[in-house]
């Protein structure tokens, strides 16, 4: 059964709004700045972020966005996007939806506020009644259904920068079994200093372009020294084609397939082996072979380690021919959300027949050179396109993307 | 805090923190259902008037408040008990 993509919706620091955000992208522009606040934390030594363009929360009615942090108000305006153009019917089909929203925690901006009362006045006197609401690990995705009024079943994975992937790939299968004819699936995750702190204290993220954080994320490139936070929301509405075609839904592009693979080896070191495995079983899963992709969008985060074993497995399954990019340069990383936001843009690519190539990729490391990395916009006629994303404690997710 | 100041105090925590533009805080304005508080916002009200006001609130003082003017009256006492 093929599964439909109807509509797309994204909150990011390159835009919020898909033609927004790919306007960026043709244009090389980074989301990424200096933070220099952030100084003033110590053992922290990587200064910049990439927050989300502003939106207008005020469009949420109060009593929904009480229970909201920034990363629900994110998921639920690109809810709204995906929503609006897909045309779903939801009133009508919630008993045959689902929605499956996560993020890498609940809300680290509620939680440092949460924590920080609670040691000053020895207890939970003072704490608001909707700060639960912004912690709890299904936050995003209780929210949304909240906002969209939605009473079908609700599902939040969670698996850091896999999640979002995890979630689509999730709806794909569901879809599959016949039980539902829609999911509204994605990811979101909202900026803060301890998100960062956790990569930069195994030393992942940058801290060599604080003065210049236009040049921080540079994945595969000889000088990279690690990844550059964001944030953000990416969503989508996933039909099963003939649901789609009949209510006569705009059919964006299609889930070929995927899968969803842990390494089982270690929690922070990526394994090139277990990468290859799980493109492998995404491949086979939607019978297409490595000779059928025409461009993979990369994880690759900017790390020394990551990017390595990344082009090791994916130069051991594509070859050198096929075009390989990673927009972790123009957005950052946006945790949970990157994986849709990336899928997001891969459609956009295969619409536009394009690849957009990896931002500050100056000097291709050598040992990133089983791939073939572009450094300037290719026009390509993109059908099928492979997109990857890997996290902490080894979660490997990769996907096919075909084009409508 | 006379009369004056615990009115423009209480409406200001209404209108920041929930909202509610200032021409809807009238003396006889119902939390519930003219200013559509309800349950959850009614403890974070008492968390932001103990904040903003500097009084101790015990929440069963808090059962028998319905209008606006119950507020500013239970202000009243507790700012007389305060002192």
Not at chain 1, 146 to 167: E, R
Request: contains cysteine; aromatic residues 6%.
């Amino acid at each position: 059964m093929n599964v439909a993509i109807t509509g797309t919706g994204i909150v990011s620091s390159l835009g919020n709004s898909v033609s927004e955000m790919f306007e960026n992208l043709i244009l090389n522009k980074t989301g990424i700045k200096a933070l220099p606040d952030w100084q003033r934390y110590n053992g922290l030594y990587s200064y910049v972020g990439a927050p989300a363009h502003q939106y207008d929360e005020k469009q949420i009615p109060r009593t929904t966005r009480r229970s909201m942090s920034r990363m629900s108000e994110m998921a639920t305006i690109a809810t709204f996007q995906a929503i609006s153009q897909s045309g779903l019917p939801l009133e009508k089909s919630n008993s045959r939806g689902l929605i499956i929203l996560g993020s890498t925690s609940g809300s680290p901006e509620t939680l440092e506020a949460y924590f920080t009362k609670l040691i000053e006045k020895g207890g939970p006197e003072g704490q608001l009644s909707t700060s639960f609401f912004k912690v709890m690990n299904h936050s995003v995705a209780a929210n949304v259904a909240l906002a969209l009024g939605f009473n079908g079943p609700v599902l939040a994975p969670s698996s850091a920068c896999s999640t979002s992937t995890q979630a689509i790939i999730l709806g794909w299968e569901l879809i599959q079994t016949g039980l539902y004819d829609f999911v509204i699936a994605g990811g979101a995750d909202e900026l803060h200093f301890t998100s960062t702190s956790i990569f930069d204290i195994v030393l992942a993220a940058s801290r060599s372009f604080n003065d210049a954080p236009e040049n921080a994320s540079r994945p595969f490139d000889k000088n990279r020294d690690g990844l550059v936070v964001s944030e953000g929301a990416g969503i989508l509405v996933l039909e099963s084609e003939a649901f789609a075609r009949k209510r006569n839904a705009p059919i964006l592009g299609l889930i070929g397939g995927g899968a969803y693979l842990c390494d089982g080896e270690h929690m922070a070191h990526p394994q090139a082996e277990s990468m290859f495995s799980t493109m492998r079983l995404a491949l086979d899963r939607c019978q297409v072979s490595p000779e059928q992709i025409d461009y993979v969008s990369a994880h690759a985060t900017g790390t020394v380690v990551g990017d390595t074993q990344e082009a090791l497995a994916t130069g051991k399954i594509i070859g050198k021919d096929v075009p390989v990019s990673s927009l972790k340069g123009h957005f950052g990383h946006a945790l949970a959300a990157c994986g849709a936001i990336e899928i997001i843009a891969s459609m956009e690519m295969i619409r536009r027949n394009l690849v957009i190539p990896t931002r500050n990729l100056n000097e291709i490391d050598e040992n990133c050179s089983t791939i073939f990395l572009p450094k300037t916009i290719l026009q390509k006629k993109l059908t099928r396109v492979l997109c990857n994303n890997f996290a902490f404690g080894g979660m490997n997710s990769s996907l096919v993307l075909c084009s409508p | 805090m006379n009369q004056t100041d615990i009115i423009t105090r209480v409406n200001t925590v209404l209108t920041e923190g929930f909202e509610i533009p200032p021409e809807k805080l009238q003396p006889e304005s119902t939390l519930f259902q003219d200013l559509e508080l309800d349950s959850l916002d009614a403890i974070d009200l008492i968390v932001y008037l103990e904040e903003k006001l500097e009084l101790k609130v015990d929440t069963e003082q808090f059962k028998d408040i319905k209008t606006l003017n119950d507020v500013y009256q239970l202000v009243q006492r507790l700012q007389t008990k305060t002192v």
